[in-house]
């Protein structure tokens, strides 16, 4: 059971953390970073899992290839946005953890473009 390492894996590295914060306080966030790499690199095999049921899903249901990789790309960066955030406020600095979250939102809307073009087009011509 995977989500026991992970939960394991925490709890150590935020003891060690919280002890190392006080000597070194950038050393301890080095460490949360790593944490977290660790701790992303644990769940790639899930993420594959689920990556590949989709597209499974979406063959079934005839639905283009083209926009399940563009609303995975979506999670991707939500995902992404969200542990550069987190690292961004252990280390004291939420305004660019904001700045990070904006530009994670300007990106989201970016991707998905193409799907609100296709929605559109879709209603236009039930419509016509």
Known sequence: MEIVQVIGLA???TVIGTVLRQIKPEMAIQ???LAGVAIFLLIMDKIRIIIDLMQKLAD???ISSYYLFIILKVVGVAYLAEFGCQICKDAG???LATKVEIAAKIFVV???IPIIVAIM???MKLLA
């Open 31 to 33: 460490l949360s970073i």
């Open 93 to 95: 600095e939420n305004a």
């Open 60 to 62: 079934q249901a005839n």
């Open 110 to 112: 970016i991707l998905a």
């Open 121 to 123: 087009e879709s209603v």
């Open 11 to 13: 709890i150590v590295v």
